[in-house]
């Protein structure tokens, strides 16, 4: 799809990191499985400089008031997965004045594990499930799977890497927004040298009913 967004400074910590360079190439033949991969790359000279790409897919309507359960289903390709600190892809709902990110991330240079995004108390929580570095040259399939509750919580359901399915159960509250939509988001964090790097991505698919 097409209208992707971007921004690197409101991909830091606290919304503020410092500005880095950034782009998206789609239509990808190769390295690709589909014929049509995307090319996400971060680039830049201050360390730890990380950039978020969203892509809005639904306003305040039916689609949004309705939807609870999401799946966020892509396949990734690093050349250089050691220039990466982290991978981070979310699903982000913002519905009846309440804004529902979830955030998951396999900070395979941090902590080695994935981690999920606590929406109320503005952190990231290790889940003790390991996150490795993903391999060089291959793909790697990750799978995220949500559910808002009817009290809009944010339901944690499931990671899985590579078909191994890890069940999570966790819940936490939401926030107050006043936004309103659906958007899915994918994001690359620079490490200590901020070396130059691209990420291939193909098969991206979010399932919402």
Request: aromatic share 14%; proline share 4%.
């Amino acid at each position: 799809m097409d209208s992707w967004q971007s921004c690197s400074v409101c991909a830091g910590a606290g919304g503020n990191g410092p500005t880095a360079g950034h782009g998206l190439n789609q239509h990808v033949g190769s390295p690709s499985l589909s014929g049509n991969a995307a090319e996400f790359w971060l680039g830049g000279s201050t360390p730890y400089s990380d950039a978020l790409w969203w892509r809005p897919l639904a306003g305040g309507g039916d689609l949004n008031n309705s939807a609870h359960h999401f799946v966020y289903d892509l396949q990734i390709y690093l050349d250089n997965p050691g220039a990466a600190e982290a991978i981070e892809f979310d699903i982000d709902q913002y519905v009846s004045g309440r804004s529902l990110i979830f955030g998951s991330q396999c900070d395979y240079r941090g902590d080695g594990q994935w981690d999920i995004y606590d929406n109320a108390a503005h952190k990231w929580v290790s889940t003790g499930i390991g996150c490795p570095t993903p391999g060089a040259n291959s793909w790697t399939h990750l799978v995220l799977e949500v559910e808002r509750t009817n009290d809009n919580y944010l339901h944690y359901i499931s990671l899985t890497i590579n078909g191994d399915k890890h069940y999570l159960d966790w819940y936490y509250p939401s926030t107050s927004t006043s936004f309103s939509g659906i958007d899915v988001n994918f994001q690359l964090d620079g490490n200590y040298k901020q070396e130059n790097f691209s990420t291939w991505v193909d098969n991206m698919k979010l399932s919402v009913w």
